[in-house]
C-alpha cells in the first residue's frame, strides 16, 4: 500500500500511421509539418493546446524576430519559404504590422495579431493536408530498437492511445521525444539554471499619442521607484503598441523560484508557481504602469498568456551545436539549410544581456546547419526549434520564431527526403535537402 510506485499494465491503442509524426504545433513544428505534407507525406501534428503558434501565441508573443538581419547596416528579410507565405496570408486579414526597428534600432521584428496568426497557421496546415491533433499530450514513446523509435504515445480526453510513424520531428521545445528515445541532451547552462521566463500581457484602451511618450519615460519612473524601495521583477519594461494603437503588449516579468534559479519548464511543480507567480507579477507591474504613466491611466489587463513563457530547457545534444561564436562570427556551413540574424539575447537572474555580430560591418548573419537537427543515437528522429543542437549561449539566439520557422521547414523536408530514399536522417543528400529548399523559396545564405 505505501509503495512509492504504481505499476500499470497497458494495452494502448494504435490511433494511426503516419509517414511522419510531428509534436508540438510551435514556429518550427508547424513549418515542419506543412513541409513534409507538401512533399507529399502523410503527416500528423500533435498539440496539447487547441490552437497553433507555440509560445508565439499561448505566451502572448505577437512579434516575430529572427526573421530581418542587419545586412551591413541594411535592414533585410533574411528567413524566407514558409515565412513568407504566414506573413502574405497574416497581412491578407490586416494582421501584419510593418516591421519596426528593436533593440536599440539595431534589427528589425514584426508585430502581428495573436488571433489572426492562429487562422492562418489553422488554414496553413489545413491547406498543406496535415491531420491536426489538439488536446493530444505526447507522453513518452514505444522503441523499435535503440536506435529508432516505434510510436509516440500521446493522452487526451479519448484517452491514451499510439501514433506510428516512419520518421518523427520533435518541435516539442522541451526535446521531449528525444529525451523519452535516449537522445542525448543538455539541460540550461550545464549548472542547474537557464534562461528565465516571462509572464507577457495585453493591455487595452491605451492613449496611443500619450503613450509613446509614456513608454519612453516609464524605465526612468521605474528606477526613480526602485529608489523609494518599490520592487520589480525585471529592469525597465517592454511595451509594444499592437495593430490597433490602443492595444499593447507588455514584457515586464521574469519569472524566478524561491531560490533564485529560473524556473524550469519541465518541471510540473515548478511550473504551477511560475504561472501563479507570473499572474501576480503582471498585475503588480500594470498597477504601477497604470498610476504613472503617460497614456495608461485609462488602460486595463484585456489578457495574460495563457502560459508562463518558457525560453530554453532541454537542447539536444547533436551532430553539430550552434554556439555564440557562430552567431557572432556570422558562421558559414557546408550543410546549411536557412540562415539567423537575431544576436544573443540572454535573459539572466539581472536582466537581459545583448550581443550583436559586428553589424554593419559584417553581414549580420549566421547560417544554420542541418546537423544541429540531428539528435545522437537515433535515425528516425530530427530536433527542430529551440530544443534544437545549440550551446545554452547560441540558443539564446537561435531561439526565436525565424530561426525556427527556418529549422521546422528544412526538418520536415528532410523528413520527407528520407522516407523518399528509406534512409536515416543522418544519410539523406544535403545538396538534395538544399535544392529543396531553395525550390521551395528558402534562404540559405549563400550568396553573400
Ligand atoms: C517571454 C518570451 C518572449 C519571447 N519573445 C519573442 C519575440 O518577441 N519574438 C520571437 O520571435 N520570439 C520570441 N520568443 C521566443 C519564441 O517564441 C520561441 O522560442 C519559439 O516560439 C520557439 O519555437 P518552437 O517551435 O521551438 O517551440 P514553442 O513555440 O515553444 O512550441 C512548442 C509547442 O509544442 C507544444 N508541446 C510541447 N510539449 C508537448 C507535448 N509533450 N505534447 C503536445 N504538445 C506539446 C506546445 O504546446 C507548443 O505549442 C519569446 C519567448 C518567450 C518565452
Redesign the pocket.
Known sequence: MNARTITESLNTPVMGEFEVVV???????IAAAAAAARSGRSTIL????GFLG???T??C?S????LHANVHGEHRQVVHGIADEIQERLQRLGGLKDPHLSLRSMIK?QVYDLSAYKIVLDQLMQQSGVKLLFH????GVHMDSANRIDALFIESKSGRAAIRGKMFID????A?IAAWSGAPYEYGDGRGNSLY??M?FRINNVDPERAKDGRNLLPKLMEEAEARGRKFPRKGALMRPQINHIEWVA?ATLVKNPDGTAVDGTNVEQMSYGEVEGRRQCWDVFEFIKSVTPGFENAYIVDIAAQL???QTRRILGEYMLTEEDILGCADFEDSIGVNGWPVEAHTATGVTIKFANVPHSRGFNQMPYRMMLPEKIDNLLVA???ASMTYDGQSSA????P?LVMGQAAGTAAALAIKEGIGARAISIPALQARLEANGAFLGRKW
Open positions: 509534436l508540438g504545433g510551435g514556429p518550427s513544428g500533435v498539440e496539447r493546446y507555440g509560445s508565439g499561448a505566451a508573443i512579434d516575430f524576430c529572427g521584428a493530444a499530450f505526447g507522453v518541435c516539442s521545445g522541451d521531449d521566463p516571462s507577457k514584457n513563457g518558457i525560453r526549434g529551440r530544443c531561439r526565436v520564431s525565424g525556427c
